[in-house]
């Protein structure tokens, strides 16, 4: 499985944004799809994913009615619309995707096997 991300840039604190997550490859079989952040010197953070089943989104609290995960399986691609954009949602915004991941690991970098390449997000303030 092969990710592509984008839709990253330059926003006005308040802003929004869309993030696309497109997947190409094996992608028939069913994929825990999520988007993690990392600003430099820092740990990649959990921001929110949709699990294997497609049941309910998870989120970070920090992003919670801000942020909103969706997929179009017909698209094989992947969004987060960002809105209420503030400066400490600077990050470079990575997707992610699993086809074993259990839900208590959603929220864990290492339960994901592949990876996109990441798309810049910056918020002036």
């Known amino acids: 499985v092969q990710l592509q991300a984008s839709g990253g840039g330059l926003v006005q604190a308040g802003g929004s944004l869309r993030l696309s997550c497109a997947a190409s490859?094996?992608?028939?079989?069913?994929?825990?799809m999520a988007w993690f952040r990392q600003v430099p010197g820092q740990e990649r953070e959990f921001v929110a994913a949709l699990s294997r089943s497609g049941g309910r989104p998870y989120y970070t609290d920090s992003v919670k009615g801000r942020f909103t995960i969706s997929k179009d399986n017909a698209k094989r691609t992947m969004y987060l619309q960002m809105d209420s954009l503030n400066p400490e949602d600077t990050a470079v915004y990575y997707c992610?995707?699993?086809?074993?991941?259990?839900?208590?690991?959603?929220?864990?970098?290492?339960?994901?096997?592949?990876w996109g390449q990441g798309t810049q997000v910056t918020v002036s303030s």
């Open positions: 992610a995707a699993s086809s074993t991941i259990i839900l208590s690991n959603l929220a864990t970098a290492e339960g994901y096997a592949y």
């Open positions: 490859g094996r992608t028939t079989i069913n994929l825990a």
